[in-house]
């Protein structure tokens, strides 16, 4: 174990969690290091939770009990209580005149909004959507950016007690009718098109598909944004015309706040509801107590209206910090473009990822000596594990002032289940720890803990964030068979973790998509790890074909060569060496192709399991939806090998 940085000596002092560490003291809960802080945490979970409440005043009727019921699935939290989320984000009086929103954007200028002026676009968007028949329970959906009118109307919604649901506008319009018909919505708040880069993109052939595809809709709303309207629709503006009180509609602590929607590469979407009370008490936990958000903050995660982590951004206005949203080609002009809109808006928190940081890395690029990051206090890094490698880059480019900070987590509880935070110290190539309030760990086939073995990432105790239900999903059934079938009684994420005897996480891929040599499990992320840290490689996929018969099966590596470098034999012998050298014999594949592109999901992550059942012979049309990833065009690659073997 390396470690590459120590918590500060007055860390207690200075931070948000220090400040939640000395409150818990006075009531009688003193702890002298995180661990006793994480172990208090889940076995008390009546406790915590309720500490939650408390310190962080919500607003609302709490009721008696905490937990109802605690098994899973079918935990009952907090069943008496009556609360609404939008009204915990508008911070106090005298947040007012404090910057609530910094928007940037590639199709329009810069934007700010205070916390006043929010409250009251919210507050008009709110009368707007009411005189449109919008109330408790109706589901308004939205194919928009990541633009303060999506801030806007969602909070509206989440007033009303209305359920809220959202695409970006780069997906395709069969993607958008798979996740949205499912809720059954009301209203669509839509764009025509935007500007990614230098290129104008026109939705509005997809717009009209979407609309057709959605029969339950009375309303759609045009959003102006670029030169693409979109015909006969209501105006933002007219939608916002008329003054309106900001009012909140209280609700059960499992109301449907929003759905979030599971990539749908390989079928219909799941449709994941999140509930007011669950969102709003893990929010709060892991903005203002994991992340160490403060009132003044500007949190900047560059993502998009369908990934979780939107949602996970825009809760930072719980802290009283400022929530950065940005849209458009993060890589226009060039590979520096995030770290100039990390110094242009003054972010304390930047959130990427690993791919975009290794890029960096391979580039040259030393960001603290071209920009200026001295607002930067923490780096987040998620949706792929970071390699080692990468760690040591980004402290010999930051320095210890900044906090790196790895972690995972899932749209499934939109929230972490490992993460590092001010009271750990960051260890190289691992995530320094479980969050609190989430009893994380590695699991072997037979459903036991395990350390320093590759497992099964599970949790043993509910969180308030796991899913209330799946839409449409009436019998549970389908929530049931997908955390819950192979180990009854405990959520089974999906991923290969192991864990250390300290406690600290490597993630090593979706155990979906098992490499299994010898009856040894070989991680994707080590693969790639290596694979791609050479200048002539710019992507990569390693899969591993099963032998029916029983034996070793093949170990397949598809690689994007870098610009100007092609896949022969040279190349082909360099990336076996550094996998024998680095990794192990067992990870040398068997054969290395090349293709044009690693097909993503259209949140990043590479189609592992999609992708090994088309080499497996599966047509394409029935294991992968085209609107659901990016180059599409790229599977034919790998269909072709599979017609060829």
Not at 527 to 554: I, K, M, N, T, W
Not at 614 to 639: H, N
Request: with cysteine; proline share 7%.
């Amino acid at each position: 174990m390396t470690i590459l940085r120590v918590p500060d000596d007055d860390v207690l002092d200075t931070t948000a969690l220090g400040g939640f560490v000395r409150w818990l003291a006075g009531q009688g809960h003193p702890f002298d290091g995180y661990d006793a802080l994480w172990r208090w945490s889940i076995e008390d979970l009546e406790g915590f939770w309720g500490a939650v409440w408390e310190y962080f005043g919500v607003r609302g009727d709490r009721g008696e009990r905490v937990l109802g019921a605690r098994e899973m699935p079918g935990t009952q939290w907090f069943p008496d209580a009556s609360l609404n989320y939008a009204e915990h984000m508008f911070g106090q009086v005298e947040d007012a005149d404090r910057v609530a929103v910094v928007a940037r954007s590639q199709t329009r200028g810069p934007n700010e909004l205070t916390f006043a002026e929010l409250a009251e676009q919210v507050g008009r968007a709110r009368a707007g959507l009411r005189r449109l028949g919008v109330g408790r329970g109706d589901r308004v959906v939205a194919f928009l950016p990541n633009v303060p009118e999506a801030l806007v109307a969602f909070l509206a919604c989440a007033s009303l007690g209305a359920v809220w649901a959202s695409c970006s506008p780069e997906f395709g319009a069969r993607s958008v009718v798979d996740r949205f018909a499912q809720v059954e919505p009301v209203v669509l708040l839509t764009v025509g098109g935007y500007t990614y880069g230098d290129k104008e993109i026109d939705r509005t052939a997809e717009v009209a598909a979407i609309r057709a595809g959605l029969p339950t809709l009375r309303h759609v709303v045009a959003v102006p944004y670029g030169r693409h309207e979109v015909p006969d629709a209501l105006g933002w503006a007219d939608l916002v015309a008329g003054p309106g009180l900001l009012e909140f509609e209280r609700v059960p602590f499992d109301h449907p706040l929003y759905v979030l929607f599971s990539s749908g590469t390989t079928g219909l979407p799941k449709a994941i509801v999140h509930g007011h009370g669950g969102i709003l008490l893990e929010h709060l936990k892991a903005g203002c107590v994991q992340l160490d958000t403060r009132p003044g903050d500007r949190l900047l995660w560059f993502t998009t209206t369908a990934w979780t982590m939107w949602n996970i951004l825009v809760s930072g206005l719980l802290g009283r910090a400022a929530v950065v949203l940005v849209d458009g080609n993060l890589l226009h002009p060039d590979l520096r473009e995030q770290w100039r809109i990390v110094a242009g808006t003054g972010a304390t928190l930047m959130g990427t990822s690993p791919a975009y940081l290794m890029a960096c890395r391979k580039a040259g690029i030393e960001p603290a000596k071209e920009f200026d990051l001295s607002a930067l206090r923490m780096l987040g890094v998620t949706g792929s594990p970071l390699p080692p490698e990468g760690f040591d880059w980004v402290v010999e480019q930051l320095g210890p002032r900044v906090l790196l900070n790895p972690m995972s987590g899932g749209t499934d509880v939109c929230s972490g289940f490992v993460s590092g935070n001010v009271w750990l110290p960051v260890v190289r190539g691992e995530m320094a720890g479980p969050i609190l309030g989430v009893d994380v760990t590695a699991y072997d086939p037979e459903g036991h803990e395990i350390v320093g073995e590759v497992g099964e990432l599970v949790v043993r105790r509910p969180m308030p964030s796991m899913p209330v239900r799946f839409w449409g999903d009436d019998d549970g059934e389908r929530y049931r068979s997908s955390y819950f079938d192979v180990f009854p009684g405990v959520w089974r994420h999906g991923d290969w973790v192991t864990m250390s005897p300290e406690r600290t996480f490597v993630i090593s891929g979706r155990s979906d998509a098992t490499l299994n040599r010898g009856g040894v499990r070989l991680g994707t992320a080590e693969f790639y790890s290596v694979v791609e840290d050479l200048p002539e490689v710019a992507d990569s996929l390693v899969v591993h074909l099963e032998d029916a018969g029983g034996g070793p099966g093949r170990l397949l590596l598809f690689v994007t060569p870098a610009p100007g470098a092609e896949l022969d034999d040279a190349l082909r012998d360099r990336i076996r060496s550094a996998l024998r050298r680095e990794l192990s014999p067992r990870h040398v594949p068997d054969a290395i192709e090349s293709v044009s592109a690693v097909p993503r999901t259209l949140t990043g992550k590479k189609l592992e399991a999609p992708l090994k059942q088309v080499l497996c012979g599966r047509p394409v049309g029935e294991v992968i939806s085209a609107d659901a990833v990016s180059d599409f065009a790229a599977v034919g690659d790998f269909a072709a090998h599979a017609e060829r073997a």
